[in-house]
């Protein structure tokens, strides 16, 4: 049975419980899904700030659950839709790693261009630099934000649902793409209820990202073992144990 470990950078544990269930009732009972969430951090990334933070307690999170397992994961997926540390941590990974936002751009890039519906209005340029950085610029036509975050979505999703089905509306026929995605982790299951009223594939960002997991041919491994290239001074001892190798090869 392939293990996936998903990550959430955020501190709230109703998250993680949201994505652990959506991500294995997509994956399937051939998947097993192992969900952690942040030991530290803010309870919901809506900032540079917050994403920067984010990104450490991934890179803590994902230390710590190798250190309590003896089976390492098959693959690991970021469960935020800005993917905080997706880069720091696939250099350091052995097995394949992706997030939500990039499993989504994939997932939505197979029907042509397309369009970011999401909670936050900080999230906009973040969510440009990352496409740029991940090579989806010429493929994402707009990112369309709402006022509520996530989390302010999610605690009230029949008013969450009118909303963001008319935000999809709008980026359909303004950017006139083929597909929208609709990014958050606290939007989880969403996509469904809101695909009758939009003329186009509305694509969850988190079941994408188990649809990434179930590959059957992933991305090749950059490295034999997990382990970060640089010793470190003041982290947790499981970020520590990691980056001894690199510290006693300097």
């Known amino acids: 049975m392939r293990q996936l470990l998903v990550i959430n950078p955020n501190t709230s544990r109703h ?13 399937g009972a051939q998947v097993q899904v192992r969900t ?15 994403y920067a933070v984010a990104a450490h307690a991934t890179l803590d999170a994902w230390s710590a659950a190798l250190a309590s397992t003896a089976k390492p994961p098959d693959s690991v997926l ?10 720091a941590l696939r250099e350091s990974s052995p097995v394949p790693v992706t997030g939500l936002a990039e499993a989504a ?6 029907h042509g261009r397309y369009a970011i519906v999401t909670g936050g209005t900080r999230w906009g340029p973040m969510l440009q630099r990352l496409a740029q950085t991940l090579g989806q610029s010429q493929q994402l036509a707009g990112i369309h934000t709402v006022v509520p975050t996530g989390a302010q979505l999610a605690a009230n999703p029949a008013a969450a649902q009118q909303l963001l089905a008319q935000a999809c509306r709008d980026a359909t026929h303004q950017l006139g ?4 995605i609709l990014g958050g982790a606290g939007l989880a299951g969403m996509a469904a209820g809101v695909q009758a009223d939009v003329p186009i594939p509305v694509i969850d960002s988190v079941i994408a990202g188990a649809h990434w997991a179930l590959r059957t041919e992933p991305l090749a491994p950059q490295r034999a073992q997990p382990g970060f290239d ?17 510290g006693a090869a300097t």
Do not use: N
């Open 36 to 50: 952690v969430t942040a030991r530290f951090g803010s309870p919901y990334i809506a900032d540079e700030a917050s």
């Open 78 to 87: 970021i469960g935020c839709f800005g993917d905080p540390g997706l880069l």
């Open 105 to 110: 751009f994939i997932e939505a890039a197979r």
């Open 177 to 180: 793409v083929q597909a929208v």
């Open 15 to 27: 998250v993680s419980d949201l994505l652990h269930k959506h991500v294995q009732q997509a994956a």
């Open 230 to 246: 640089v010793a470190w001074q003041g982290l947790s001892p499981e970020m520590h144990a990691l980056g001894m190798a690199a």
